[in-house]
T-cell receptor, first 113, second 116 residues
């Protein structure tokens, strides 16, 4: 099956710094990627839809200036958490689809201290 | 409105027994897909099974089967011959096809614990 690679898998950063998370489709082109956030023991909540070559579409309540999404190529989407604070600590996971199938990255566990 | 409902926050099953995880959904789109994922403590999302809204037969993948009852809008996952490694979170999800490349919408999940 198709592979989506997400990096890093874990990151600890200081409050006020920015963190970039990469999501790559390794063996297919993804014009659209999705970014989810998951709090402990909770479900995956869609944050935004990343479209290659255009602006991302953010879900209601998600701050676009806090969570910057760039989808500059057909195989790479990045999520940058800017000026991170402890409340941004969470599990972030990306997804891309091929036909009816959806493939997920391994996820990134972000801890802001 | 919540589109995917999983009413069982946690379930226990004896090893080698079968277990059913419930999922109901809500959509007005006649064309949609239903998915089940397993999420172990590592966080990765492991695809288990898929059912299309127009599929006539219930989907099966090894020990996993999906009990699809379209009129009742339910898509329950049945795991047969449970194994200790089946202990994990299980998420039901749906995609609606009418709007093109749409995201998966997830239920709240069910934590399955398999007891030896």
């Amino acid at each position: 099956g198709a592979v989506v690679s997400q990096h890093p898998s874990r990151v600890i950063c200081k409050s006020g710094t920015s963190v970039k998370i990469e999501c790559r489709s390794l063996d297919f082109q993804a014009t659209t990627m999705f970014w989810y956030r998951q709090f402990p023991k909770k479900s995956l909540m869609l944050m935004a839809t990343s479209n290659e070559g255009s602006k991302a579409t953010y879900e209601q309540g998600v701050e676009k200036d806090k969570f910057l999404i760039n989808h500059a190529s057909l195989t790479l989407s990045t999520l940058t958490v800017t000026s991170a604070h402890p409340e941004d600590s969470s599990f972030y996971i990306c997804s891309a689809s091929v036909g009816t199938e959806a493939f997920f990255g391994q996820g990134t566990r972000l801890t802001v201290v | 409105a919540q589109k995917i409902t999983q009413t069982q926050p946690g379930m226990f099953v004896q090893e080698k027994e079968a277990v059913t995880l419930d999922c109901t959904y809500d959509t007005s789109d006649p064309s949609y897909g239903l998915f089940w994922y397993k999420q172990p403590s590592s966080g990765e999302m492991i695809f288990l099974i898929y059912q299309g809204s127009y599929d006539q037969q219930n989907a099966t993948e090894g020990r996993y089967s999906l009990n699809f009852q379209k009129a009742r809008k339910s898509a329950n996952l049945v795991i047969s011959a449970s194994q200790l490694g089946d202990s994990a979170m299980y998420f039901c999800a749906m995609r609606e096809w009418a709007s093109g490349n749409t995201p998966l919408v997830f239920g709240k999940g069910t934590r399955l614990s398999v007891i030896a």
